[in-house]
């Protein structure tokens, strides 16, 4: 049954993210017939600004978390930087300053609505639900909800934890996951939440719940940042299938297009699988690897970022 769901939700899952790449490409189009009108509202505050609001999150590694001195750093906000730089193209301003902004699982969607941040630069889900109020980047990342036990469990899926306390963080795909499986499979699962990730694992290491669900990858970054490769492991089948975006707000056809041509300029430079490799299977500025390749899927989805000549022959 696992097994069977497991490849329901990735085939549904490629299908959406091809869906939001042609949406993404369909912008960029868009924009080509309409650049020479001006600039669109987000770039225009920005030109006059001088500045992009980058939103981070600060535990979620190796996305975007804090380094030992409070910087943010991680993956995504490496993608955001580059996007910064595209969006100084656009503008014409070669220096332009980033200013991060703090958001959570609960509040990252809102920040961008209600014009707090100009990019959200952390581990959100591109889904069809949340396409309607905001837009994403390509396709940077490919995870799906799993669960953190402790190592002393005899749990190695979900069904085995009925009746038992599954902490999720406020505010995330996995809490909708969670409360689906246990409605479809009538678990009478208790399911505190935490405001966010660092607190959700806290509740579990404290003993206040028997599991952790977020997506599998967060689980491995979180294990490795409080090295507790002794005390926790994953289990289960995916319980979702989250591929990951950039956030900045919707209708804007010029946004989005600065935003996909800084993704193909990664591409088509070489760019994406050794930024992936930094942070994902090197050891992280903070001390921790990870050791998590590069999945098939989304080295594919690189690939059609390369507009390069070399690609095409």
């Known amino acids: 049954m696992g097994q069977t769901l497991a490849r329901s939700l990735t085939s549904s899952g490629l299908l959406l993210a091809a869906s939001l790449l042609a949406t993404s490409l369909f912008a ?20 006059t600004a001088h500045t992009v609001r980058l939103g981070y999150r600060e535990s979620s590694p190796p996305f975007s978390f804090l380094d030992q001195s409070g910087r943010p750093i991680g993956y995504s906000l490496e993608l955001c930087e580059a996007i910064v730089e595209e969006i100084g193209v656009e503008v014409d301003d070669p220096n332009l300053r980033i200013d991060y902004v703090k958001v959570t699982s609960d509040d990252r969607i809102d920040a961008v609505l209600q014009n707090k941040i100009d990019l959200e630069c952390g581990s959100t889900t591109a889904n069809a639900e949340r396409g309607k109020r905001v837009a994403f980047s390509p396709l940077m990342f ?39 499986a246990d409605k479809k499979f009538s678990l009478g699962l208790n399911m505190p939440v935490g405001a966010d990730h ?7 290491a404290d003993g206040k719940a028997d599991a952790f669900a977020t997506d599998d990858i967060l689980l491995f970054g979180l294990i490795a940042r409080h090295k507790a490769q002794d005390k926790f492991r994953v289990i289960g089948d995916y319980l979702s299938y989250d591929p990951y975006g950039i956030m900045f707000r919707k ?10 041509r800084a993704f193909r300029k990664l591409g088509s430079n070489r760019d ?6 930094k942070w994902f299977t090197a050891r992280l500025p903070t001390g921790e690897r990870l050791n998590v390749p590069i999945s098939l ?15 095409n022959n």
């Open 142 to 180: 490919v995870a799906g909800t799993k669960l953190m036990v402790p190592k002393t469990s005899s749990a190695q899926s979900l069904t085995d934890l009925k009746g038992k306390t599954i902490v999720v963080t406020k505010g995330t795909t996995n809490e909708q996951a969670i409360q689906a």
């Open 198 to 204: 660092e607190q959700s694992y806290q509740m579990l």
């Open 251 to 260: 209708g804007e056809p010029q946004l989005s297009a600065v935003v996909e």
């Open 28 to 47: 960029t189009s868009a924009s080509a017939q309409t650049g020479g009108e001006g600039l669109s509202p987000t770039l225009s505050a920005i030109k």
């Open 272 to 277: 994406l699988v050794p930024l992936y490799n």
């Open 297 to 311: 899927q989304l080295e594919e989805a690189f690939k059609a970022m390369d507009d390069s000549a070399s690609a």
